[in-house]
């Protein structure tokens, strides 16, 4: 079934499906973080003996914004925050090499801080600063910002010789009705997007009146059709 045309002030509410990477099984939003506690006790009981326990923190993220594009992580608790900013800019957020920041509680941390205004970096262990509960904001680009929203769901302990944060699960692409034909939009204008237009298919690019030139492809990211984003890293 074909979604509704949305833009960062019209969002299709409660419809979001994702698909877990454990199991492969498909569930909705609400479902998901349901199901990804009892598919990690599975997960565990089914780990190889590594000799070594390392604390995994689980978090949910989400688009402020765009709630319908969504991740569930897993990471090492001895990542850090710079390892936990460079995974979000490659799967979600770079295009152009922009500077960015958590904010946790009070703080924040930047991505390139500047020393003599005495701001915080983030070569800071995700262990010391998040625990289960936590929230915390990330912003990419401060022209054009895309902005998250993170929770801390849990925590455990695991048999593990990995040390990579790891999807847990992640949000099905949505689909978007082309504003010209009804058809499934896979373009999107960079100017139009901010006043709830320029969905369009590849048949139809031509016919938009910002020209091709202006059209960036439709990608499952917070970032869609924003600066020059064009999609993941990796």
């Known amino acids: 079934m074909i979604k509704e045309v949305f833009t960062r002030e019209q969002v299709p509410k409660g419809s979001s499906e994702g698909t877990c990477y454990l199991c492969n099984s498909t569930f909705s939003k609400g479902g998901m973080t349901r199901h ?16 070594r326990k390392t604390k995994l923190l689980h978090l949910a993220i989400e688009g ?9 992580l897993e990471a090492p608790a001895d990542a850090t925050l710079d390892d936990l900013d460079d995974f979000l800019r ?20 930047f991505s390139h801080p500047g020393e003599e205004l005495g701001d915080e970096g983030m070569d800071v ?17 401060f022209g054009t910002s895309t902005y998250l929203t993170l929770r801390v769901l849990s925590q455990r302990e695991a ?9 847990l699960a992640r949000n099905n692409p949505p689909l978007i ?3 010209m034909c009804a058809g499934i939009a896979s ?20 016919e938009h009146e910002c020209g091709e030139e202006m ?18 890293r990796r």
């Open 177 to 179: 009705t082309c504003e």
């Open 64 to 72: 402020r914004h765009l709630p319908d594009y969504w991740m569930h």
């Open 36 to 51: 990804l506690q009892s598919c990690l006790q599975r997960e565990a009981v089914s780990e190889a003996p590594s000799g």
């Open 90 to 109: 490659d799967i979600w957020l770079e295009c152009c090499g922009h500077l960015s920041a958590f904010t946790i509680g009070e703080r924040t941390y």
């Open 159 to 167: 048999e593990t010789s990995s040390k990579s944060i790891e999807i």
């Open 125 to 141: 262990a995700l262990g010391g600063v998040l625990r289960p509960g936590t929230r915390l904001q990330h912003e990419y680009d």
């Open 187 to 206: 373009l999107v204008c960079a100017a139009c997007i901010w006043s709830g237009r320029g969905w369009v298919c590849e048949e139809c690019a031509g």
């Open 215 to 232: 059209l960036l492809p439709v990608v499952n990211s917070p970032r869609v059709g924003m600066c020059a984003y064009t999609g993941r």
